[in-house]
């Protein structure tokens, strides 16, 4: 991955403000998984691209100015100021760390771009929109009236996984005040998400939970473009498929077979379990919205759920028939179910 030398940074934007010519490499590569480094999490604005940023010394003076007034040049600033006060050399930006005129340095960034989350000391999760000293414990639709109530950061499709694959998120406001952090703050953020909070906490490893109840997480979230309502989840299922930008919905349909191929995790087939949404006759859902309903169904065991199944059918008394399968075993199965 291409990461930003903290130090190097900060020092040529020291020379520009003293009017000093400062040429300098500000990104180099390095393993993510040796080496130590933060990572940025936010909503985007008007930001500054990899090209910008590392031609920026070469920019007429006019458009240096006008990249350096924006939000997004001051994030890099004051993340790279905040690295490098807690030590790390480090950093990794999404917007200027990949140079997005590559489709296949975008698509390779886009397949590692949970692990490399995950790989990270600690995530810097800049909220735009706070501008109290404190993280808001209440909805307040009056302020955060777009986003359920609640910071905007928290209703995007890629800040899901950018939530829940680093061990570490720290929360800043507005003016880069810190307002806590992930661990800190587990049991309000799945109050604001429906994670487990056991999950915030850990991460996917602590346990595995069901496809469905993952997709639920990234219900009513919302992306740029259709396609990475599908992308942004590539990580939390462990799966990879190339970027089609221009696919539409097709993204969707496609990351459900590439789960279907890694996992038997049947609950993907019980999207709109209330049948409250139309859709046409596929039996893979179409957006993550399908599953809004989905986020207490758990996977369990076959031998598990017979076990479930057959002490329901007793509890209430249901007539059981009795089947042979092909194995030579016997199954006693429900033949009325409440009617």
């Known amino acids: 991955m291409r990461l930003l030398d903290v130090k190097a940074v900060l020092n040529r934007e020291q020379a520009i ?33 990899y090209e910008q940023m590392t031609g920026l010394m070469e920019l007429p003076e006019r458009k240096r100015v006008e990249v350096k007034q924006r939000d997004g040049y001051q994030k890099i600033i004051k993340s790279c100021e905040l690295a490098m006060k807690e030590g790390y050399a480090w950093l990794w930006i999404y917007t200027c760390c990949i140079d997005k005129r ?10 590692s771009m949970y692990r490399w989350y995950r790989n990270s000391r600690v995530c810097y999760t800049y909220l ?10 209440e909805q307040n639709n009056n302020k955060f009236g777009k986003s359920n109530g609640w910071p905007e950061w928290f209703v995007r499709g890629w ?16 003016d880069w005040v810190s307002v806590g952090n992930k661990h800190g703050l587990a049991g309000m953020l799945e109050q604001i998400t429906r994670i487990p909070r056991d999950v915030l906490r850990d991460g996917l490893s602590s ?5 469905a109840q993952i997709m639920s997480w990234a219900a009513d979230r919302i992306t740029t473009r259709v396609e990475d309502q599908a992308y942004s989840l590539l990580g939390l299922f462990g799966v990879n498929m190339p970027m089609l930008y221009g696919e539409g919905k097709k993204a969707f349909r496609r990351l459900q077979l590439e789960i279907l191929r890694e996992s038997n995790d049947q609950s993907i087939f019980t999207w709109d379990p209330y049948a ?23 996977q369990v065991a076959s031998e598990k759920f017979i076990d479930r199944l057959l002490m329901n059918c007793v509890c209430h008394s249901y007539p059981l028939a009795t089947l042979r399968l092909s194995s030579g075993l016997y199954w006693h199965v429900p033949t009325a179910m409440g009617a």
């Open 102 to 111: 590559s489709s296949a340095e975008l698509s390779e960034a886009i397949n």
């Open 17 to 49: 403000q003293e009017g000093a010519e400062w040429e300098i490499e500000i990104l180099r590569d390095h393993d993510d998984e040796t080496t130590s480094y933060a990572i940025l999490s936010h909503r985007w604005g008007t930001e500054v691209s």
């Open 159 to 174: 800040t899901l996984q950018e939530l829940i694959a680093p061990k570490d998120v720290q929360f800043f406001n507005k």
């Open 128 to 137: 735009h929109d706070v501008d109290q000293p404190v993280f808001p414990i």
């Open 207 to 211: 346990r595995r939970p069901s496809v």
């Open 276 to 298: 409250t949404i139309g859709q046409d006759g596929s039996v893979l859902a179409d957006n993550p919205n399908r599953f809004r309903d989905c986020h207490d169904i758990e």
